[in-house]
């Protein structure tokens, strides 16, 4: 079964410094790998994505993921957070075979002025 | 890109009353659609798996009477909370997965119960 593990509930740096959000995943076959952002109230909208190809994964407002096979990870970065990034940051996986997401459990990200 | 549209955004209603709640594809056509509920500070839980022109798939636990879901059409799927009660009340939100790999998302439903 394919699973997803986000290990901070919250993360919380300062403006203007590097940011890392954790996910490591369990899939059975190749993984798809997705991160998304929800602000409140809103539904989830795509921020990148790993399917094959070049470890590093660039994708929306200057965010990246690297894709480490030998730790099961996908940790999302940024290099200089913005006070505006601050929102629920959800790490999702999809077995090959299947269209079906499953998600993390969603890491807060506060970032302070 | 593509758009996932779901409508209302916010709803209140009445214990015992029923509830629909539409996602729409506007820009592509969506053989398959998933709803999702969403308990506050909480991941997203798969409910059920739309599909057009057949029944829905339910997943473990989730009452099929309760959450009724209807796909007529390539671009429409309902869900249908049946008389609600105030435990019902939650985010609920549809996605639909894209002509890439990535699902597309609506913009949520928040359902108050009272």
């Known amino acids: 079964a394919q699973s997803v593990a986000q290990p901070e509930d919250q993360v919380n740096v300062a403006e203007g410094n590097p940011l890392t959000v954790k996910c490591t995943y369990s899939?059975?076959?190749?993984?798809?790998l997705f991160w998304y952002v929800q602000y409140p109230n809103r539904g989830l909208q795509f921020l990148l994505k790993?399917?094959?190809?070049?470890?590093l994964v660039k994708g929306s407002y200057g965010f990246e993921a690297e894709f480490n096979k030998s730790q099961t990870s996908f940790h999302l970065k940024k290099p200089s957070a913005l006070v505006s990034d601050s929102a629920l940051y959800f790490c999702?996986?999809?077995?090959?075979?299947?269209?079906?997401?499953?998600f993390g459990t969603g890491t807060r990200l506060l970032v302070s002025p | 890109g593509a758009v996932v549209s779901q409508h209302p955004s916010r709803v209140i209603c009445k214990s015992g009353t029923s509830v629909k709640i539409e996602c729409r594809s506007l820009d592509f056509q969506a053989t398959t659609m998933f709803w999702y509920r969403q308990f506050p500070k909480q991941s997203l839980m798969l409910m059920a798996t739309s599909n057009e022109g057949s029944k829905a798939t339910y997943e473990q636990g989730v009452e099929k009477d309760k959450f009724l879901i209807n796909h007529a059409s390539l671009t429409l799927s309902t869900l249908t909370v049946t008389s609600a009660h105030p435990e019902d009340s939650s985010f609920y939100i549809c996605s639909a997965p894209g002509q890439g790999s990535e699902a597309f998302f609506g913009q949520g439903t928040r359902l108050t119960v009272v």
């Open positions: 999702a996986v999809r077995d090959t075979g299947f269209q079906k997401l499953v």
């Open positions: 790993y399917i094959t190809g070049d470890n």
């Open positions: 899939v059975s076959g190749n993984p798809y």
